[in-house]
């Protein structure tokens, strides 16, 4: 074959590659699909919810009341997506709703002891909805009973919806202006990302998670989450007291029913507590570090979710407080222990015990924390 030949051979297979790559890269990006639908109405507005799906069918559901994550699909081990965390049909269900299904808290999560907290020099009196005693999960109305407004983005292989609120100056005894905003996207390797961002005009607290309650078994299953087998990368966690409230302690896990360091069944202890784990953990991490702070596999669909955060904490729940009086989506209802929560977060009670890491956040500096669910079939 003369030069020009081959020449010709190697410019054909150059272009034939290009395109083959272009090709296969649109269509890795056209396959994180973006779909909006009205999920209902409140004050005579429609409030929006996002579909995205990726092209391993995976998909999630989104909408703008309480920047809820609704609905979470993935594939089991033959290929059927099982809607893995627990909610409602409808909005009204979330309207009522007290257990903070999927919902985005804010603006400080989990308790605050007493109700109130002091910061440079000055107190703050802030609702007590715990039982009357404590604030919990940013108080009477919270972020998860706000309407956030909503916007679609879309990067490369991956898209997703970008949900932001302005949280007064004194909304729930908080001070500050609080500008806050949370993207989730979703992957085409599987990963849900859910980004906090938030900035304010005076110092205030700021601790915001994703409260959802995840059954790797479905979430209209009769299968508690007991044989679900976890491993959290903390060798130490937050005691508390009676009213849940950090003590200020750091103790480590290891001969106690806390130490899930090596990977075993979420059921093999919780007898020894009482009504269960509901818990902080102090994660093996730096600050601000992007890491796998808990991994969690389901024998029976055989799928398994990683979590990574930035954040120093993550409160492990196991659904203590469900009591099967709220019907579900699938119309299944949800019993004690049908669903764990992992709450990646700063310590509760933070603003109040000064060993803890600071959760201030002042005028000129930014709230930057992420979450990342990865799922995979084992």
Request: a neutral charge.
């Amino acid at each position: 074959m003369g030069s020009k030949a081959i020449n010709k051979a190697l410019r054909f297979i150059l272009i034939f590659l290009f395109i083959s790559r272009m090709i296969s890269g649109g269509a890795l990006m056209s396959q994180v699909k973006v779909e909006q639908s009205v999920f209902g109405t409140l004050n005579g507005k429609n409030v929006r919810m996002y579909t995205l799906t990726n092209s391993n069918g995976l998909s999630a559901e989104i909408i703008e009341y309480g920047a809820i994550l609704k609905s979470l699909k993935v594939p089991d081990k033959e290929g059927n997506p099982i809607d893995i965390v627990l909610g409602y049909d409808s909005l009204e269900g979330y309207l009522k709703d007290t257990f903070y299904f999927g919902a985005t808290i804010g603006r400080y999560a989990n308790r605050i002891a007493n109700g109130e907290f002091r910061l440079d020099g000055k107190t703050y009196k802030l609702a007590k909805n715990d039982n009357n005693i404590n604030h919990l999960h940013g108080g009477n109305k919270g972020f998860n009973k706000r309407l956030w407004n909503s916007e679609v983005i879309k990067k490369e292989n991956k898209s997703g919806v970008k949900l932001t609120y302005l949280s007064k100056d004194m909304e729930e005894g908080y001070p500050g202006n609080l500008k806050t905003e949370v993207i989730y996207t979703l992957t085409n390797d599987n990963r849900l990302e859910i980004a906090y961002k938030a900035t304010t005009d005076k110092a205030n607290v700021v601790n915001l998670t994703n409260h959802s309650y995840f059954n790797l078994n479905g979430e209209g299953s009769k299968t508690d989450i007991l044989d679900h087998i976890i491993k959290i990368n903390a060798k130490f966690y937050t005691p508390v007291n009676d009213n849940l409230i950090p003590t200020g302690e750091i103790l480590k896990v290891v001969d106690t029913p806390f130490d899930f360091t090596s990977p075993h069944a979420i059921g093999k202890n919780i007898e020894k507590l009482d009504p269960g784990y509901d818990h902080n953990y102090v994660l093996d991490k730096l600050q601000d570090e992007l890491a796998l702070a808990a991994s969690v596999y389901d024998p029976d669909t055989h799928i398994k979710m990683k979590l990574y955060t930035t954040q120093p904490g993550v409160q492990f729940y196991t659904g203590n407080f469900l009591d099967g009086n709220m019907s579900g989506k699938s119309g299944m209802h949800y019993n004690k222990h049908s669903a764990f929560c992992l709450e990646p977060q700063h310590f509760p009670n933070t603003p109040n015990i000064g060993h803890f890491p600071s959760a201030v956040l002042r005028p000129n500096d930014t709230y930057n924390q992420k979450i990342i669910y990865e799922f995979e079939l084992k």
